[in-house]
T-cell receptor, first 113, second 118 residues
Framework: ETGVTQTPRHLVMGMTNKKSLKCEQHLGHNAMYWYKQSAKKPLELMFVYNFKEQTENNSVPSRFSPECPNSSHLFLHLHTLQPEDSALYLC????????????FGDGTRLSIL | AQKVTQAQTEISVVEKEDVTLDCVYETRDTTYYLFWYKQPPSGELVFLIRRNSFDEQNEISGRYSWNFQKSTSSFNFTITASQVVDSAVYFCALSEERYTGTASKLTFGTGTRLQVTL
């Protein structure tokens, strides 16, 4: 069983829906990350949280809203998404300080109709 | 700015062949870390190895080996006697050194898809 669990594994939603992706890590890490992986594109870092505080937002549109209530849980709230947002969304966690490997979940495959 | 280049988009080999995946990086940092990850069809990125910039010793783990050469800014990955289960996308990544209280930030290459057939 992976130390980073993401739910749901698959999600299909319309452009006007609101949904949330959930990530939970059982590794005692302090940092958590959201990535977007689209076909034929590099992994794109979206958000970084360290000790529950957001330390990075890579110019992500506001229709993606992250939430980190504690170091073990990370959410990505989705609202009014576009077809180009269809992708695999990966969550990762790592121990600080930097330079430590990130451990990834299985991802949520999101399809926008 | 940091950059990781994996020039090989797809590689196809027959089982038991050796295969090398190339990774070239760019960074202005003197202290940094290099990683390899494997992404099987299930989607999860599996951590394989981390090297720091001061350790150029090559590493071998079973059928996997890594060749780090600072002079050419390369960190290549070789699979010996490949198997069908090695079929996956492999990513090389680079991280600068950060200090206590800060999180890692990985710069990934675009990945190399390895197909191992019988």
């Amino acid at each position: 069983e992976t130390g980073v669990t993401q739910t749901p594994r698959h999600l299909v939603m319309g452009m006007t829906n609101k949904k949330s992706l959930k990530c939970e890590q059982h590794l005692g890490h302090n940092a958590m990350y959201w990535y977007k992986q689209s076909a034929k594109k590099p992994l794109e870092l979206m958000f970084v949280y360290n000790f529950k505080e957001q330390t990075e937002n890579n110019s992500v549109p506001s229709r993606f809203s992250p939430e980190c209530p504690n170091s073990s849980h990370l959410f990505l709230h989705l609202h009014t998404l576009q077809p180009e947002d269809s992708a695999l969304y990966l969550c990762a966690s790592s121990q600080e300080p930097g330079g430590q490997p990130q451990h990834f979940g299985d991802g949520t495959r999101l399809s926008i109709l | 700015a940091q950059k990781v280049t994996q020039a090989q988009t797809e590689i196809s080999v027959v089982e038991k062949e050796d295969v090398t995946l190339d990774c070239v990086y760019e960074t202005r940092d003197t202290t940094y870390y290099l990683f390899w990850y494997k992404q099987p069809p299930s989607g999860e990125l599996v951590f394989l190895i981390r090297r720091n910039s001061f350790d150029e010793q090559n590493e071998i783990s079973g059928r996997y080996s890594w060749n780090f050469q600072k002079s050419t800014s390369s960190f290549n990955f070789t699979i010996t006697a490949s198997q069908v289960v090695d079929s996956a996308v492999y990513f090389c990544a680079l991280s600068e050194e950060r200090y206590t209280g800060t999180a890692s930030k990985l710069t990934f290459g675009t990945g190399t898809r390895l197909q191992v057939t019988l």
